[in-house]
């Protein structure tokens, strides 16, 4: 069984500063860890995964995430907020033989000018 | 860039009402999946194929129903529509074989039943 929990249904930043959105996971077996990104009235975009390779992974529009086993964490960073950064986030996981993926309730980011 | 394709966007409808709602893909996935999606919860899994002829329930049970004739089309059908089903729905679809395999999702269907 796997799940995923994300600390905060909504963050608030200012542009320019630090983006952290959190994401712990719970896994039976080795977990891919997968962060997406919805735009309002849109489908999910894939921003980042975790395949087991290296712990710290980079992805589009400067958004990176390091797994941490030890933590079961997988958080979401980007070091300077862009307005256009503004949408809502969703961790999810998979690690079962079924392909299936288990989502978190997602993170609302709101960037202020 | 994913090549997924849902219609309608949006509906609006009467109770009582036969719905179908289409997904399409153009990348020859074999995976394709239907999620149900609320505001402020997460995305919950109402059904999934692995291939032509098979279609499964997922982690949320629904009163929908699938069919997977072709890999490229996947349509959920709700024979009677009611309040409860207002909802958004997602279609997304996956590559063969390697658990790591991200899912690409259409642009979703927002759902209103009257």
């Known amino acids: 069984a796997q799940s995923v929990t994300q600390l905060g249904s909504h963050v608030s930043v200012s542009e320019g500063a630090l983006v952290l959105l959190r994401c712990n996971y719970s896994s039976s077996v080795p977990p891919y860890l997968f962060w997406y990104v919805q735009y309002p009235n849109q489908g999910l975009q894939l921003l980042l995964k975790?395949?087991?390779?290296?712990?710290l992974v980079k992805g589009i529009n400067g958004f990176e995430a390091e797994f941490k086993k030890s933590e079961t964490s997988f958080h979401l960073t980007k070091p300077s907020a862009h307005m256009s950064d503004a949408a809502e986030y969703f961790c999810?996981?998979?690690?079962?033989?079924?392909?299936?993926?288990?989502f978190g309730k997602g993170t609302l980011l709101t960037v202020n000018p | 860039e994913a090549d997924i394709y849902q219609t309608p966007r949006y509906l609006v409808i009467g109770t009582g009402k036969k719905i179908t709602l289409e997904c399409s893909q153009t990348m020859g996935h074999d995976k394709m999946y239907w999620y149900q999606q609320d505001p402020g919860m997460e995305l919950h899994l109402i059904h999934y194929s692995y291939g032509v002829n098979s279609t499964e329930k997922g982690d949320l049970s629904s009163e929908s129903t699938v069919s997977r004739i072709r890999t490229e089309h996947f349509p959920l059908t709700l024979e009677s529509a009611r309040p409860s089903h207002t909802s958004q729905y997602l279609c997304?679809?996956?590559?063969?074989?390697?658990?790591?395999?991200?899912?690409?999702f259409g642009p979703g269907t927002r759902l209103t039943v009257t």
């Open positions: 997304a679809s996956s590559e063969e074989g390697f658990l790591g395999d991200e899912q690409y």
């Open positions: 999810a996981v998979s690690g079962s033989s079924n392909y299936k993926l288990t």
């Open positions: 975790y395949t087991s390779a290296a712990t």
